[in-house]
């Protein structure tokens, strides 16, 4: 097939399986199981815009970095890396609150919640990456271990050109230009980090994006550009008669 590029795990039976192959250890696949555990939890019904579920697509950041051979805790990390920016902790609030952070370390301990933290610091966009890119030198240990973590999140969505897959064509003529600009720059970080086979998958990735002539299809039909939740119906009938006996209970009470 001329457009499959990749071999990397989308399920977590997968990534078990290429984690054996690596050599990490039972104890280290046991931290990894858990863990996809606990994204099971907070990422259910979520679907990335192509229409990929949400957690498929963190099975395959972790699945490239495994494939770097990369410490278990950064695969971890990897594998919730969108934990503040998009996981349900059964709260309202959006982004990273002390009571988010305190499950996850429950969940993962403390140095796999320190990797996620700062990864949902690390800028986004052209411009804050064009300034990232400027400043590499000064980047500290942790800094550059999230930055991979980024890159292999920036491959990983552009795989088989998953994230060309937006609902328009003017959309995703927009992204193809997005990527002229910003993908040299992700290519040259991964050749900073000393990760030549990450950058060249980035470059290779590029070329294939800006080789294609929009439309692709078929795709999702849906209006959502990031993850968006699809509740099950009976779930969402369950929520609304709950809410409206709370409702009926607090006038009786008032």
């Known amino acids: 097939d001329h457009w499959h590029m990749h071999t990397y795990a989308q399920t977590n039976i997968q990534l078990f399986n290429q984690l054996r192959s690596e050599g990490y250890s039972q104890e280290e696949r046991a931290l990894i199981s858990d863990t996809y555990e606990f994204g099971m939890r907070i990422f259910t019904g979520l679907y990335l815009a192509s229409g990929k579920p949400f957690i498929d697509h963190l099975v395959g950041t972790a699945s490239i970095l495994a494939s770097l051979h990369a410490p278990v805790e950064v695969l971890a990390a990897s594998l919730i890396h969108a934990a503040y920016l998009h996981g349900d902790f059964g709260s309202?609030?959006?982004?990273?609150?002390?009571?988010?952070?305190?499950?996850?370390?429950?969940?993962?301990?403390?140095?796999?919640?320190?990797?996620?933290?700062?990864?949902?610091?690390?800028?986004?966009?052209?411009?804050?990456?064009?300034?990232?890119?400027?400043?590499?030198?000064?980047?500290?240990?942790?800094?550059?271990?999230?930055?991979?973590?980024?890159?292999?999140?920036?491959?990983?969505?552009?795989?088989?050109?998953?994230?060309?897959?937006?609902?328009?064509?003017?959309?995703?003529?927009?992204?193809?230009?997005?990527?002229?600009?910003?993908?040299?720059?992700?290519?040259?970080?991964?050749?900073?980090?000393?990760?030549?086979?990450?950058a060249a998958e980035l470059r290779m990735v590029l070329g294939k994006i800006a080789a294609v002539d929009p439309p692709l299809e078929p795709c999702v039909r849906s209006k959502d550009t990031s993850a968006y939740l699809i509740a099950p119906r009976s779930y969402c009938q369950w929520f609304s008669v709950t809410s409206w006996r709370r409702l009926c209970a607090s006038y009786r009470g008032s």
């Open 92 to 198: 309202l609030r959006k982004g990273v609150t002390n009571f988010k952070r305190e499950q996850v370390r429950r969940a993962v301990g403390e140095q796999i919640e320190e990797y996620i933290a700062r990864y949902d610091r690390l800028p986004l966009g052209l411009r804050k990456t064009a300034a990232l890119h400027d400043r590499f030198d000064n980047l500290d240990t942790l800094d550059r271990t999230v930055l991979l973590m980024r890159l292999a999140n920036e491959l990983e969505h552009h795989l088989d050109l998953g994230a060309l897959y937006f609902p328009g064509e003017k959309e995703q003529r927009g992204h193809q230009r997005y990527m002229e600009a910003y993908g040299p720059l992700v290519v040259t970080m991964a050749e900073r980090l000393g990760v030549p086979s990450l």
